[in-house]
């Protein structure tokens, strides 16, 4: 039960990552630059980590 949760926190983190990246990209093309470079962050850290837990076998 506690490893299903410890799993759950950095996947959902990562899903939320993800999406609020592609807020901030939409933002960056209206014109602000730097809200671009972090959409690109963001969903670059969110795939990192939704890859390492779900692809972590124990």
Known sequence: MTEA???FIPV???LLLILRGLFW???GK???Q???FFGIAA???GI???ITVTTNVR
């Open 12 to 14: 959902f983190v990562g």
């Open 43 to 45: 969903i670059v850290i």
């Open 5 to 7: 949760v410890q799993r």
């Open 34 to 36: 730097r809200s671009y």
């Open 30 to 32: 209206n014109g602000n």
């Open 48 to 50: 990192i980590m939704f």
């Open 25 to 27: 990209i939409a933002d």
